[in-house]
Structure formats: C-alpha cells, structure tokens
C-alpha cells in the first residue's frame, strides 16, 4: 500500500509563489507516475499536472500551463509541484495522487491519494 503525505500548502498573495511536495512510502516510487489535483469550495476535483515513472513525461491542465512546474527525484521518493504567478482561483486543497500506469493522462487511474494541503491566494 502506498502512502502519500503532501506538504507546502500556504495562504499567499495574488502573483506570489509556493513549492508543494509530496513524500512517498510503502511502494516503489520510480515505478508510479504521479500526480497532482486540486478541488475548490463547492467544486469538483481537477487533474492539473502529472509525470510519468521512467520517461518522465509530463501533463499540465490548460489552466496552469507556464505556470506550474511538476517534477520528481526518485530518489528522495518525492513529487513536486512549483507554482508560479499564483491566481486567486487556484485556491483549493491539493491532492497528490499515484499510479502504476505510464499513461499519465486518465485521472481514473490514480489509485493512491494524499489527505490533501491547502492553498489559499488572496488578493
């Protein structure tokens, strides 16, 4: 069973920055892609950035295109996810999730979540 912890959710300001990070235990992590959602008050969940295991390929949502930065060092087990330019609507808790697939590209196939961390932009 694979564990997630997130880390890194902060209250920051429009345009600001923030890093995430998430640890992972109890599976093999360079064999899992990994990924990052986000749900907001009254909101559904959003799949917003992923990385594949081995190749690395990488997935962003339209929304955060040039803004997010996903990335992963297998060997401290760890994703993470480098947000820049920080927008009120990116306001949400952030989820961490893993999959055994390369294909980074179905959210259903993310077996594996975080409790989540919270970001909050303000103007």
């Known amino acids: 069973q694979v564990s997630l912890v997130e880390s890194g959710g902060a209250q920051v300001q429009a345009g600001g920055s923030l890093k995430l990070s998430c640890v992972a235990s109890?599976?093999?992590?360079?064999?899992?892609?990994m990924g990052w959602f986000r749900q907001a008050p009254g909101k559904e969940r959003e799949f917003i950035s992923a990385?594949?295991?081995?190749?690395?390929?990488?997935f962003y949502r339209d929304s955060v295109k040039g803004r997010f930065t996903i990335s992963r060092d297998d060997a401290k087990d760890t994703v993470y996810l480098q947000m820049e330019r920080l927008q009120i609507e990116d306001t949400a808790i952030y989820y961490c999730a893993a999959s055994p697939s390369q294909f980074i590209g179905n959210s259903a196939l993310y077996k594996y979540w975080g409790q989540g961390t919270q970001v909050t932009v303000s103007s």
């Open positions: 109890g599976g093999t992590f360079s064999s899992l892609s």
């Open positions: 990385i594949s295991y081995s190749r690395g390929a990488t």
